[in-house]
Antibody, heavy 117, light 111 residues
Framework: QVQLVESGGGVVQPGGSLRLSCAAS????????MHWVRQAPGKGLEWVTYINFNGRDKFYADSVKGRFTISRDRSKSTVFLQMNSLRPDDTALYYC??????????WGRGTLVTVSS | QSVLTQPASVSGSPGQSITISCTGT?????????VSWYQQYPGKAPRLMIY???NRPSGVSNRFFGSKSGNTASLTVSGLQADDEADYYC???????????FGGGTRVTVL
């Protein structure tokens, strides 16, 4: 069965960096684009970034452009999210999701990122 | 990137039908058929309910129906049941600064 497992979250000071990972299994990883979606505590969903199946196309929300970088490692079936210059409003549960026909059909359980001094 | 507009809350009695709207622009909802809907229970990950405006993934009840007219997409839930009580989000691809948008979410209450 399809599984997505996020890791790498934690508490970081403003201006700091974190690298999130999403380990995928149960499907042909190299055939699907992947997304990161976040949800601040008590708030709605916010799309963060997307990488296509071969890693050549990457899109970012304006709120993270220039600070976050998405990448993927086919050999490890893993997607990464490098987050730099973190701000308090980046505090959220970060979900990894699989792309399916321009939608997100499988989601992980999320990893919590807290930006606080 | 702006958020798609959804009503904050919608309610209905068991057995009734409810409709949740999702309003965007010609650059997102109106310009593409890449509209999807998600159900989220508290403390849980979202679940895909509708993709490409009106397609249901395997396992989703046919009580859930998606549609679109102009810049507004809609999710209709018929035969409302207690376990339909959840938050619902729409999402659309946008050609502006290419990417995706979410609606602000709608809390569905079953009276």
């Amino acid at each position: 069965q399809v599984q997505l497992v996020e890791s790498g979250g934690g508490v970081v000071q403003p201006g700091g960096s974190l690298r999130l990972s999403c380990a995928a299994s149960g499907f042909t990883f190299s055939s699907h684009g992947m997304h990161w979606v976040r949800q601040a505590p008590g708030k709605g969903l916010e799309w963060v970034t997307y990488i296509n199946f071969n890693g050549r196309d990457k899109f970012y929300a304006d709120s993270v452009k220039g600070r976050f970088t998405i990448s993927r490692d086919r050999s490890k079936s893993t997607v990464f999210l490098q987050m730099n210059s973190l701000r308090p409003d980046d505090t959220a549960l970060y979900y990894c999701a699989r792309d399916f026909n321009w939608a997100y059909d499988y989601w992980g359980r999320g990893t919590l990122v807290t930006v606080s001094s | 990137q702006s958020v798609l507009t959804q009503p904050a809350s919608v309610s209905g009695s068991p057995g009734q039908s409810i409709t949740i709207s999702c309003t965007g622009t010609s650059s997102d909802v109106g310009g593409y058929n890449h509209v999807s809907w998600y159900q989220q229970y508290p403390g849980k990950a979202p679940r895909l309910m509708i993709y490409e405006v009106n397609n249901r993934p395997s396992g989703v009840s046919n009580r859930f129906f998606g549609s679109k007219s102009g810049n507004t997409a809609s999710l209709t839930v018929s035969g409302l049941q207690a376990d339909d009580e959840a938050d619902y989000y729409c999402s659309s691809y946008t050609g502006t600064s290419p990417g995706w948008l979410f609606g602000g979410g709608t809390r569905v209450t079953v009276l």
